[in-house]
Antibody
């Protein structure tokens, strides 16, 4: 079964740090771009970051640049999100998701959506 | 960055109704648009990709159309399990920022 399972969420004080993990199974993890998406309480979805199959490219939403770091360990089939200098506005459910895509050209992608999602892990930033 | 605007923000409908949700991009995104369904307390589920391609396993009552800046998601005959929130997402510059729309909640009338 294709599956993503997040862990590492919890309660943290403003300015603190947290590391989220996402364990992948049932598919060739190293073949996919992977993303983190978050959802603040009662709000919509917000893409946070993504990472290329080999970890050589990483992109972030402006609001987390310089504070969050996405990484992966293909040998462990795992995705990570290191979150530093946390703020109250980072409070959300964090999902990892598989980006389905194809690159017929090194500089161009066909994108087929986030086709596998984890169940989410809750991060609460509060004093 | 490309902004995505969904309308309406909520819609009340009955079982069997035809429901249409609109998503507008702030600039042209070709056909690089996906639609997701999310039920309370659950992760989103991919319904449509590349504007009009139905994800495997998704019922055929769901359909997507559009290109450029204007897109629609249509549920041809609303079923009880379709009451949920729907989000559009643009991927014109993938892997650069993947923007979601604000969501449309489909409620029971």
């Amino acid at each position: 079964e294709v599956q993503l399972v997040e862990s590492g969420g919890g309660l943290v004080q403003p300015g603190g740090s947290l590391r989220l993990s996402c364990a992948a199974s049932g598919f060739t993890f190293s073949s996919y771009w992977m993303s983190w998406v978050r959802q603040a309480p009662g709000k919509g979805l917000e893409w946070v970051a993504n990472i290329k199959q080999d970890g050589s490219e990483k992109y972030y939403v402006d609001s987390v640049k310089g504070r969050f770091t996405i990484s992966r360990d293909n040998a462990k089939n795992s995705l990570y999100l290191q979150m530093n200098s946390l703020r109250a506005e980072d409070t959300a459910v964090y999902y990892c998701a598989r980006d389905s895509s194809h690159a017929p050209d090194p500089n161009y992608y066909y994108y087929y959506g986030m086709d596998v999602w984890g169940q989410g892990t809750t991060v609460t930033v509060s004093s | 960055d490309i902004q995505m605007t969904q309308s309406p923000s909520s819609v009340s409908a009955s079982v069997g109704d035809r429901v249409t949700i609109t998503c507008r991009a702030s600039q042209g995104i070709s056909s690089w648009l996906a639609w997701y369904q999310q039920k309370p307390g659950k992760a989103p589920k991919l319904l449509i990709y590349a504007a009009s391609s139905l994800q495997s396993g998704v019922p055929s009552r769901f359909s997507g159309s559009g290109s450029g800046t204007d897109f629609t998601l249509t549920i041809s005959s609303l079923q009880p399990e379709d009451f949920a929130t729907y989000y559009c997402q643009q991927a014109n510059s993938f892997p650069l920022p993947l923007t979601f729309g604000g969501g449309t909640k489909v409620e029971i009338k």
